[in-house]
Nanobody, 113 residues
Framework: QVQLVESGGGLVQVGSYLKLSCAVS????????VAWYRQAPETTREWLAT???????RYDQSVKSRVTISRDDAKNTVYLQIDNLSPDDTGTYYC???????WGQGTQVTVSS
């Protein structure tokens, strides 16, 4: 089991970028694959990207050109950078551990025009 805490959300302007952080703690923290999901209001969660313990990234095709997932194992942190933000990026962002199935509470992102 691991614990995950998302941060870095907030109110941002259209066209800007945002870098979200996911702090991973627990005995298995360095060996887990971590994903990022987004849930817009009144919609289901959608998968954005995953990074494996070996740092291999995978992306959903719909966001691949604007999203970068990375990890810093020295800090037990996984990041998600989103470029060229649009109002469609508004939602709550989660970083679950794919390996253990644990989820954090999410961080809210609101993109304002």
């Amino acid at each position: 089991q691991v614990q995950l805490v998302e941060s870095g959300g907030g109110l941002v302007q259209v066209g800007s970028y945002l870098k979200l952080s996911c702090a991973v703690s627990g005995s298995a923290a360095s060996g887990v694959s971590v994903a990022w999901y987004r849930q817009a209001p009144e919609t289901t969660r959608e998968w954005l990207a995953t990074i494996s313990a070996a740092r291999l990234p995978r992306y959903d095709q719909s966001v691949k050109s604007r999203v970068t997932i990375s990890r810093d194992d020295a800090k037990n942190t996984v990041y998600l950078q989103i470029d060229n933000l649009s109002p469609d990026d508004t939602g709550t962002y989660y970083c679950p551990s794919v390996t253990t199935g644990d989820w954090g509470q999410g961080t809210q992102v609101t993109v304002s025009s």
